[in-house]
Structure formats: C-alpha cells, structure tokens
C-alpha cells in the first residue's frame, strides 16, 4: 500500500478564493487577508475559531507572512513550498493534521505575488551553483513534450498544433464564464494557433497566465462538518509524489508521459476507491501549466487511452459539455497561476462545483472530482492529485 | 631535440563576408569572408577545441608543459591556460603558462612548448595558441582579421615534424599597440613598420634560420610568412623570389589572419600535405620576429590529423549579419530580455564538480553499468550508492531525443535551443545547442560536445559543455 489515506474523515467547510490578474494596487499581505476573510466567511467562523495555518508561497521563508497581516494570535504557522503543487501541499498537510485528531478546524492557504518582480514569466533565483545547469525557461522546459509526444504518435506538426490550441481554446472558453478568471473572454484558435512563440511549438497562447492571487480552505473532521455548512465536500483522497529525477538521466524516459503523475494518480484512485477514472471522475481541475502538460496529463491520469487523448481533444471530451470537462474554471491558461495559489484554487472550482455555485460553468449533477498539480518539469517534477465528493 | 607529434585546428562555424562589412558601413568592397568566434567561444574555448583534436585518442600522462598563446586573453590575474588543463582534464603536474600581449605569443608559444619537451627527457609539451581578432568599424583590422585557434603536441618520441632549428630576434619599435581596457588597437604609419620593422626582420630570421640549421632556401619544401600586415608579407615573398607554390596560402579570403593563432594554423596546413624529409620554414613577424625549421618525419606518412582545416573550412555558415556581429564582439549594446540576469557560477560548486564542469566527466555505475550525467551519488537504474566510476563523456557521440527552441530564454543568440541528447552507448543530459540553425533541427540528428563559455555574470565567465551538430 502507498499510503493508507483518510477517505471520508476530512472535509472542506469554507473556501475563499481572490480573483487572479495583475493586481498593481494590492499587496501580499492584501490578498492574504482578502482570500483568509472570504474562507472564515464562506465556513462561518471567525479568525480565533481556527486552530492551525498551513501557508503554501515561494519563498517568504516562515509562517509570519501569515500571521502578521492576519494578527493571528500566537498559533501555529506552517510554511510550505513544493513548487508550482505548493498550495496543494498546503492542503495535504492541513488536511492529516485535522485527521490525526490534533486540531478540530485548521486553514490551508496559498498566495503568490509575481507581476511585482518586473520581468516577464516565473522567476526564481537559484542557489549557488557550478553554473553547468541550462537556463532554460518553465515554457521550453515543457516544450519538450510536444516533439516527443507529436513524433511517438504519428502527428505531424500542423495537427500537433491544432491540438495545443483546441486545449487553449477550451480553457479560455471556460474561463471566459468565470469572474475570477485572470482572462475573461473566448480567444479564437485562429489567434491562438497564430500568437508569437515562445518555445517551438508553444506561442505565448500555450502559456498559462503570470498573475497575482490567493485561495483559501477551512478543514475540519468529517463529523463536524455539518456543524459549519450543510453543503460540507468531503477529501476521498490525497496523493503526493516527488520522483527521482530521472527523466534527464535515464535514456528510458521518452518525455510523452509524467511517471510521478501516474503513481499520484494511481495512488488517489486506489485510496478514494476508483477503478474506472475516466466514468467514475465527473470533472477535473488538471495542471495545464502549458497545452502539452494537459495533453499528456488526460493520459497519465487514466481519462484517455496511451495515445489517444489529442484524438478525445479534437472531438471535444475534455470540453466543459464533454464526457469529462476538465479545467471548467479556466485552468491556469485563463484563471491564471499564482504559484502558491493554483493547488488551492483548483479545490475552490471543486468547492463551487460540487455545492452547485459554479454558475454559468455548472456542470450537472457531479459525484466525483479530481484535482491535479504538478511542479518542476517533464522527467523531474512532483505531482499531486487529490479527489473529493460529497 | 624535440618535434612536433600531433596538430590540431579549429575554425569557428559562423563566417561574415567582407561585403556585408562594407555595404552597412557604406564603405564597399572587401573580398572573401572572415572567420567569426560565436557569442559563446573566446580564444580559451577555441584553444580547447583545436586542443582537443590534436590530443584526441592519445595518453596525455607524459604532458608536462603547457603554454597557451594569444592576443585576447578572456582573464587578467588568472590563469587561462589553466582553464584549458582543465577542460582537458590533463593531469595535475603541468606547468601551465598564459603568452600574451603580442603577435609573438603565437609562435612563442610552440617555441616554448619545444623546448620544456626537450629539455623533459620522456616528457611532452603542449602549444595551444588561439585569437580573436577586433578591429574598430570601418578600420582595415575588422576586415582583415579572423578566428582561429591551433595546438601542437611536443616531444621527443614518435615525432612527425623534428624542429632544426630556430630563430628569435626583438626589435623595440612603434607599430600596433593597445592600451589595457582598450577596445581596439592603434598602429603607427605603416610605412615606417614596413620598412623599419618588419621588412629587415623577415629577411634576417630568413638568413639566420637557413644558415643555423646548414640549410639553402632551395632544400624548402613549404614556407609560411606570417604576417599581419599582407603588404609584409608579400614583400619578403617578392625579395626572396620565394617561387608561389612553396608559400603556404594564408587563408586570407576565407579566414582572415588569425592573430598569434596564424602561425600555427598555416604550420598546421603545411603539416597535413607534407611528406617525409619536407622541410618547412615557419616566420612570424611583429614585435620582432620568431622562426621554425622543420622537417618531416618517416612517421608523418602515417599520421592523420583528427580533422583537417578544409574540414572546419566546408563547415560553416556565412550568413551572419554585420549588426549580429558587433552585437556578439560586444561593440553593438542591446535590449536586454526581461527576464533577470544569469547568476555567476560560484566557486565552491565549480571546484567541487570540476572534472564535471571543465572535462565533461560523469559517472558510470559499476553495479548495473548504467552511464548518468552529471555524475551522481546513487545510481537512477539500481539504486546502489557510491558504486560510481567516472567517465569522460566530451568525445563521446550523440543523437537529440527532443528538443526545445526557447525564445524567452537569455542568450546573445536567440532563440536558445536546448535538447535532451542520448550518447551512443549509453547516457543522458540536457544540453545547450551552438553552431545550429533552429529551424533545422528534429529528433535523431546526431551531435557531439564542444567546449563553450555559457555566458559572463558577475564578472565570472561560466564555461561548460554544449552540443553542436556534428562537424
């Protein structure tokens, strides 16, 4: 066994969630206290009831990023960080505190701050090194996929294309429906498939948005949970996967496939009792950080067949009336993608979904959704998948 | 006394026609085209990678000496020719020396090299000599300039090219000169270099090379004149009734003068056609003058040169624009990307990975034989830890897995492209791409390694490893 899981002994009884964008005017310490405010709000409680904080950023080194703008009054303040999966991170380890019975009602947060660092994309500054490592960029780094994918299964580049862009399109579609969304209207694939590249094949439109932004989650014990809300979800599991890295290493790894996905996601399904993801999941919020990562991930996460899912694309599965919609929200191509944020605000679409508050993206009647963040890059990366239900 | 055992060159990839000079200054004319360093080579890369053909193959335990020529040294108060030791990882006791500040760091350096060999017994020497030649726009020196790189392999056993003999002579006169932090040279009225200079030193190192080694001009079989002023050179062809065919072309139109690297190149190319008992004079004039006599071995019958100049020659691109090229000599200032600057490679890491960094040595697991790069604790295949050995991977070949054209990334050279590559026989890394035509590239196109100077940060050059498609 993987790991033993706590179906069914946690759930979510409030989340608040900012809208992303470029947030010129608003600090990190605003956005924490807009999205902390809005998740006491959302569970009915107030700062003093909260016995626990798990703070997922990229690093502000300590937990009084939180405490301080929030004055919270001498508890517990966890920092984590596990790359762009760091507010899921932040959930995981909120959520087996509450199940191990050492807090009754615990926060997770995420927040990141990005369009403050006055250069374009994600930027992080590395630890002292013997400078021997490429400097490649988040987009080309996953840009590596497409090649490798478009030659394994036969596409040739304009269908390969056509592919990327009808999962930008979908996204933004969906995205176009969400108020929160970093961007807020439909984008026609002509100018998707047309927008200047930034990593052959991938054009800025393959990219997900550099936003600013903040999602919160107020966790407490199954059994309590209707005491805060009577539309409580329930966590059916959590998985999390660091690999070995050794996809830059080992000539075995053909860069089409996330092996760290595969068994986060085996891991899930078997703690939640799945056997059948691709009917048995109603929706999924996936890590579309860039078109290739979410083609692939429709493969590793067991919602297509090996090779099949730029086939599903094209025929319009994943869209928001598919089989299986996945991104609903927008994703991190139109929602944008707050690094700390994104884990947290993937389960704030699970939250709105499964309540039936999602509006004009409501889909009908769901059971089962999943959750989907990843961190690091094709062969070298951490991955996490979570699946809840009401 | 000592001879030459083995040469090797290097051409850079990127050529820039003389015409393309002149139709954007608007000042016409100029022949042929010039060689071009890229954005990522400096004559430390350059003396590695002619170093690296002249060694390819051989035992390097008996190299004892290594002396390293050229104008443009990439560091002042640090040894750069310990930089070349270290990419090729040769072994720890070699006296490494940096000769510079002169055209005569060229020849002077082989010269040197001969000597430590000969005076080492079993001992070898190695010459690396290495330029980048900049010239002031719309200056004759741009033009006439070229990038090029050579290295010899000295000793006293299994010599191909025994030296005679040789001659030195140092003349203090005003004629090309440099101040520190300078850009570009100045240099005096030619007229009084060629007459006063050059022209009398030429034909005393002639006299005093033929006569020390008992030798009449007759007994040559090749003659290289290096000079960086052409009319110098063809004056002392024309004053010695040097007949053409024993002049050894000096690649004017398709290199330019390679700066203290040009000796050594057109010694290099009368290398590779000469045959046993071939004598070959070498003189190189500038602030004074040096000069070689050899002659061929019974051994050269057999020796093939790893690659030879024709080879780096056919292997080009000519296409590059004038703007482009001042851009990479630094004379053009760009747009920076927005994206931050690179960190400078600091030196704990760098001393810890050595071997890594500058030799492109990895590990291989002695457990389950798997190779892994960089070199690794625990194997990726069996898990066994610290059952590694080490490996040199630089001359190994290599085919691309998949590939990524990055616009975003900083390079002088946009777009970066950076491929995950396979080594034949086992083996993996992610490497930088040079001396490549993004759009050309796809999955399978073979490659090899090349030695390259990433970028400068912090006042730090960062050299590394980089795969270029096979010349």
């Given at each position: 066994m993987a790991s033993n899981g706590i179906r069914d002994r946690v759930a979510i009884v409030g989340m608040g969630c900012t809208a992303f964008g470029e947030h010129w005017n608003r600090s990190l310490d605003d956005l924490l206290v807009e999205a902390a405010e809005a998740a006491f709000a959302s569970a009915g409680v107030d700062r003093d009831r909260v016995d626990a904080y798990w703070l997922g950023t990229m690093g502000n080194l300590s937990g009084l990023t939180l405490s301080e703008p929030l004055k919270i009054q001498y508890k517990p303040v966890t920092h984590v960080e596990n790359f762009c999966a760091t507010g899921s991170e932040a959930l995981?380890?909120?959520?087996?505190?509450?199940?191990?019975?050492?807090?009754?009602?615990?926060?997770?947060?995420?927040?990141?701050?990005?369009?403050?660092?006055?250069?374009?994309?994600?930027?992080?500054?590395?630890?002292?090194?013997?400078?021997?490592?490429?400097?490649?960029?988040?987009?080309?780094?996953?840009?590596?996929?497409?090649?490798?994918?478009?030659?394994?299964?036969?596409?040739?580049a304009e269908t390969g294309k056509e592919v990327l862009s009808r999962i930008a399109y979908k996204n933004h579609a969906n995205g176009a429906k969400n108020p929160k969304a970093q961007f807020r209207k439909e984008v026609p694939l002509d100018q998707i498939r047309n927008s200047p590249r930034v990593a052959d094949p991938l054009g800025i439109m393959d990219c997900s948005g550099v936003s600013d932004g903040s999602a919160a989650a107020i966790v407490v014990r199954a059994e309590d949970a209707y005491k805060y809300t009577d539309k409580p979800i329930f966590i059916k599991a959590l998985s999390f996967i660091a690999g070995p890295a050794a996809g830059p290493l080992s000539q075995d790894y053909d860069f089409t496939t996330f092996p760290e996905v595969v068994a986060s996601a085996r891991d899930a399904y078997e703690q939640a009792g799945v056997k059948h993801p691709a009917e048995e999941i109603s929706m999924a919020e996936v890590h579309d950080?860039?078109?290739?990562?979410?083609?692939?991930?429709?493969?590793?996460?067991?919602?297509?067949?090996?090779?099949?899912?730029?086939?599903?694309?094209?025929?319009?599965?994943?869209?928001?009336?598919?089989?299986?919609?996945?991104?609903?929200?927008?994703?991190?191509?139109?929602?944008?993608?707050?690094?700390?944020?994104?884990?947290?605000?993937?389960?704030?679409?699970?939250?709105?979904?499964?309540?039936?508050?999602?509006?004009?993206?409501?889909?009908?009647?769901?059971?089962?959704?999943?959750?989907?963040?990843?961190?690091?890059?094709?062969?070298?990366?951490?991955?996490?998948?979570?699946?809840?239900?009401? | 006394m000592a001879g030459?055992?083995?040469?090797?060159?290097?051409?850079?990839?990127?050529?820039?026609?003389?015409?393309?000079?002149?139709?954007?200054?608007?000042?016409?004319?100029?022949?042929?085209?010039?060689?071009?360093?890229?954005?990522?080579?400096?004559?430390?890369?350059?003396?590695?990678e002619a170093a690296r053909d002249c060694l390819r193959g051989r035992d390097t335990s008996a190299i004892s000496a290594l002396y390293f020529g050229t104008t443009e040294p990439p560091y002042f108060?640090?040894?750069?020719?310990a930089t070349i030791h270290a990419a090729l990882d040769l072994p720890a006791g070699v006296r490494c020396l940096d000769l510079t500040c002169s055209l005569r760091a060229g020849l002077g350096s082989l010269i040197g090299a001969c000597e430590a060999a000969a005076?080492?017994?079993?001992?070898?020497?190695?010459?690396?000599?290495?330029?980048?030649?900049?010239?002031?726009?719309?200056?004759?020196?741009?033009?006439?300039?070229?990038?090029?790189?050579?290295?010899?392999?000295?000793?006293?056993?299994?010599?191909?090219?025994?030296?005679?003999?040789?001659?030195?002579?140092?003349?203090?006169?005003?004629?090309?000169?440099?101040?520190?932090?300078?850009?570009?040279?100045?240099?005096?009225?030619?007229?009084?270099?060629?007459?006063?200079?050059?022209?009398?030193?030429?034909?005393?190192?002639?006299?005093?090379?033929?006569?020390?080694?008992?030798?009449?001009?007759?007994?040559?079989?090749?003659?290289?004149?290096?000079?960086?002023?052409?009319?110098?050179?063809?004056?002392?062809?024309?004053?010695?009734?040097?007949?053409?065919?024993?002049?050894?072309?000096?690649?004017?139109?398709?290199?330019?003068?390679?700066?203290?690297?040009?000796?050594?190149?057109?010694?290099?190319?009368?290398?590779?056609?000469?045959?046993?008992?071939?004598?070959?004079?070498?003189?190189?004039?500038?602030?004074?003058?040096d000069a070689v006599l050899l002659r061929a071995t019974d051994?050269?019958?057999?020796?093939?040169?790893?690659?030879?100049?024709?080879?780096?020659?056919?292997?080009?691109?000519?296409?590059?624009?004038?703007?482009?090229?001042?851009?990479?000599?630094?004379?053009?200032?760009?747009?920076?990307?927005?994206r931050p600057d690179p960190e400078r490679p600091a030196g704990p890491p760098s001393l810890r990975t050595h071997r890594?960094?500058?030799?492109?040595?990895?590990?291989?697991?002695?457990?389950?034989?798997?190779?892994?790069?960089?070199?690794?604790?625990?194997?990726?295949?069996?898990?066994?830890?610290?059952?590694?050995?080490?490996?040199?991977?630089?001359?190994?070949?290599?085919?691309i897995k998949t590939f990524a054209v990055d616009r975003l990334a900083f390079t002088p050279q946009p777009p970066m492209v950076v491929a995950v590559i396979d080594y034949e026989g086992g083996g993996r890394v992610q490497s930088e791409l040079t001396d490549v035509e993004p759009e050309k590239v796809k999955i399978g196109d073979p490659l090899e390694m090349t030695f390259r100077r990433l970028f400068t940060a912090g006042g730090i050059h960062n050299y590394f490893w980089k795969a270029r498609p096979a010349r």
């Open positions: 995981r380890n909120a959520a087996y505190a509450v199940a191990c019975g050492a807090y009754d009602c615990v926060m997770a947060i995420g927040v990141e701050k990005l369009k403050d660092s006055g250069f374009s994309g994600l930027v992080v500054t590395p630890p002292p090194s013997d400078g021997t490592q490429p400097a490649m960029t988040a987009p080309a780094q996953f840009s590596f996929l497409a090649p490798a994918y478009f030659a394994k299964y036969g596409l040739d950080c860039f078109t290739p990562t979410e083609l692939v991930l429709y493969e590793d996460l067991g919602f297509a067949e090996r090779g099949g899912a730029w086939r599903d694309v094209l025929s319009g599965a994943f869209d928001l009336d598919g089989r299986l919609p996945v991104n609903p929200d927008g994703g991190l191509k139109s929602f944008g993608h707050p690094i700390g944020a994104s884990g947290l605000r993937m389960m704030y679409e699970m939250w709105l979904q499964l309540r039936g508050e999602a509006g004009p993206r409501q889909i009908k009647n769901p059971k089962l959704g999943l959750t989907h963040n990843l961190g690091g890059a094709p062969g070298r990366c951490v991955s996490f998948v979570s699946v809840v239900g009401r | 030459i055992v083995s040469f090797g060159t290097y051409v850079p990839f990127h050529r820039i026609a003389r015409k393309t000079i002149g139709q954007t200054l608007g000042t016409g004319g100029g022949k042929g085209e010039r060689s071009v360093a890229a954005y990522d080579e400096d004559t430390v890369t350059m003396a590695v108060e640090k040894l750069n020719s005076a080492s017994g079993s001992g070898q020497a190695l010459a690396a000599m290495s330029d980048i030649r900049i010239g002031a726009p719309e200056g004759a020196a741009e033009q006439a300039g070229g990038d090029a790189a050579a290295a010899f392999l000295l000793g006293r056993r299994d010599v191909i090219a025994e030296i005679e003999a040789t001659y030195s002579e140092t003349a203090e006169f005003l004629s090309t000169w440099r101040l520190p932090g300078e850009r570009f040279s100045k240099a005096w009225e030619e007229r009084f270099a060629l007459t006063q200079g050059w022209g009398p030193l030429l034909a005393n190192a002639a006299k005093g090379l033929l006569s020390r080694a008992g030798v009449a001009p007759g007994d040559l079989a090749a003659v290289v004149v290096d000079a960086a002023n052409a009319r110098a050179s063809a004056a002392f062809i024309a004053q010695m009734k040097l007949a053409p065919e024993l002049v050894v072309d000096p690649r004017l139109d398709v290199v330019g003068h390679s700066g203290a690297a040009h000796a050594g190149l057109l010694l290099a190319t009368a290398l590779e056609k000469a045959k046993p008992g071939d004598r070959i004079a070498v003189l190189s004039v500038s602030d004074g003058v051994a050269i019958s057999s020796y093939r040169p790893a690659r030879t100049l024709d080879q780096w020659l056919v292997s080009k691109r000519s296409d590059l624009s004038y703007a482009r090229y001042l851009k990479w000599r630094g004379i053009l200032e760009t747009e920076p990307p927005r890594w960094k500058y030799a492109f040595v990895s590990t291989q697991c002695e457990a389950c034989g798997t190779f892994q790069l960089p070199p690794q604790e625990v194997c990726v295949q069996c898990g066994a830890s610290h059952k590694m050995k080490q490996v040199a991977f630089a001359d190994r070949k290599a085919v």
